[in-house]
């Protein structure tokens, strides 16, 4: 008997995000159908105004749909409450973003240790750090860390409540290309160890080659959902 694969670990299905000002009306997301799998790294790509970070805040119940359906795995989140979508954003999801977001006065350690506080079932920032590999500047202040430590440190952070899924919004964007290439090789091997499901959106169209799946966004619709036939790795990218 052959198992059933497991279920997408998000389906969005017809989702439109309409945005009102006044008599002004801005369609961001014009019927977005995608999935996202289980151990799937996707990168996101699109121009400016495209609807990448609307569609990344919808997945990650930081904002509703104005029509459609989002599901987590079994749960409709589409008209979920501000406390569900709350929880959902503490036990399921990671975010990492293009600036780092760390605390100043805290070390890389304590940090981490601000998720590891509140998560439910969370590694120790020990073991988050060092899947990124800062074990020997954890204990460094986030001034006496480079662009790229310090957007690791933010991935440890992302990483340590062990998230169903990692959202990653231009987390290479202000960073020159060795230190985006460490970044890169932390985020493949969050997703290859851990199994997280990972959505990173970029404007480096090459970065597309480190992906199992590419999804193109214009003008708020999907135009190109593809499988990579050949991945490469992060230090293979150019920039």
Request: proline share 5%; with cysteine; charged share 25%.
């Amino acid at each position: 008997m052959i198992d059933a694969a497991p279920p997408p670990v998000f389906r969005l299905a017809d989702v439109t995000r309409v945005f009102r000002t006044g008599t002004i009306e801005v369609r961001a997301l014009r019927g977005v159908t995608l999935s996202l799998n289980e151990h799937e790294m996707v990168v996101l790509l699109g121009a400016s105004g495209s609807g990448k970070s609307t569609l990344l805040n919808i997945m990650g119940g930081l904002d509703l749909p104005t029509e459609g359906k989002v599901f987590f795995r079994d749960r409709d989140l589409s008209g979920a409450s501000d406390k569900r979508l709350t929880a959902f954003r503490r036990d399921h999801v990671g975010f990492v973003f293009q600036f780092y977001n760390l605390v100043p006065s805290l070390t890389a350690r304590e940090n981490v240790a601000l998720v590891t506080e509140i998560a439910r079932d969370p590694m120790s920032p020990e073991e988050a750090l060092d899947r990124v590999g800062l074990t020997p500047r954890m204990d460094h202040f986030p001034s006496e860390l480079s662009g790229g430590e310090q957007q690791r440190v933010a991935i440890a952070r992302a990483i340590a409540k062990r998230p169903d899924v990692l959202l990653c919004d231009e987390p290479t964007g202000a960073l020159d290309s060795k230190t985006g290439v460490q970044v890169l090789e932390a985020l493949e091997e969050v997703n290859r160890s851990l199994g997280t499901a990972t959505i990173l959106i970029t404007h480096n169209a090459d970065i597309q080659r480190i992906a199992h799946r590419v999804v193109v966004l214009a003008d708020g619709r999907v135009t190109r959902d593809e499988v990579n036939a050949r991945r490469i790795s992060p230090s293979q990218v150019t920039w």
